[in-house]
T-cell receptor, first 113, second 114 residues
Framework: GENVEQHPSTLSVQEGDSAVIKCTYS??????FPWYKQELGKRPQLIID?????GEKKDQRIAVTLNKTAKHFSLHITETQPEDSAVYFC????????????FGTGTSLTVIP | DSGVTQTPKHLITATGQRVTLRCSPR?????VYWYQQSLDQGLQFLIQ???????AKGNILERFSAQQFPDLHSELNLSSLELGDSALYFC?????????????FGPGTRLTVL
């Protein structure tokens, strides 16, 4: 099956700086890559996603890039704010005997005011 | 609030017991997903249902089973519970169950097995 690795596991940045979280996947058949944000004690929420036919997608301060050849994708948060502090999960999804979803182990992001 | 509800919020039980977790999807959503989130294993996909039928199976143990009822709510049954089953169990729902549908997560059920 698919294996998704996520780095770093923890990340601290100063408010206003950028944060980058990277994920790699193993199955070249993976074709959908969502990112979830989970604040402490709350549910995961989709923040951005990208399909395998696109190299980059932006939504205000958040962007995701995908390199299919290298099988990695990254989340970029610019002008970080304290409310960006949360755990971020990447995921890779393939249609294999139904939809299969594989998550990274999460990155705990702390934005220091 | 995502519109997905889960009951109960917390559940404390003993090893060997059986519990049932319940999920009601957002109005209009036909697909339900179950996930297990534990400290050492992260977020793991268990199973997906679409309009009452099983659509996909992930890392779901044989001791676990699920179903989706005609009114679209879903139940996850966990039996012969072990200490390692202690985790947060989320359900999520989406409109049609397509791979790229946005999944909306419920608040989760925290299961503690003593």
């Amino acid at each position: 099956g698919e294996n998704v690795e996520q780095h770093p596991s923890t990340l601290s940045v100063q408010e206003g700086d950028s944060a980058v979280i990277k994920c790699t996947y193993s199955d070249s058949a993976s074709n959908y890559f969502p990112w979830y944000k989970q604040e402490l004690g709350k549910r995961p929420q989709l923040i951005i996603d990208i399909r395998s036919n696109v190299g980059e997608k932006k939504d205000q301060r958040i962007a995701v890039t995908l390199n299919k050849t290298a099988k990695h994708f990254s989340l970029h948060i610019t002008e970080t704010q304290p409310e960006d502090s949360a755990v971020y999960f990447c995921a890779a999804s393939i249609r294999d005997a139904g939809n299969q979803f594989y998550f990274g182990t999460g990155t705990s992001l702390t934005v220091i005011p | 609030d995502s519109g997905v509800t889960q009951t109960p919020k917390h559940l404390i039980t003993a090893t060997g017991q059986r519990v049932t977790l319940r999920c009601s999807p957002r109005s209009g959503d036909l697909s339900v997903y179950w996930y297990q989130q534990s400290l050492d294993q992260g977020l793991q996909f268990l199973i997906q249902y679409y309009n009452g039928e099983e659509r996909a199976k992930g890392n779901i143990l044989e001791r676990f089973s699920a179903q989706q009822f005609p009114d679209l709510h879903s139940e996850l049954n966990l039996s012969s519970l072990e200490l390692g089953d202690s985790a947060l169990y989320f359900c999520a729902s989406s409109v049609s169950g397509r791979l790229t549908d946005t999944q909306y997560f419920g608040p989760g059920t925290r299961l503690t097995v003593l």
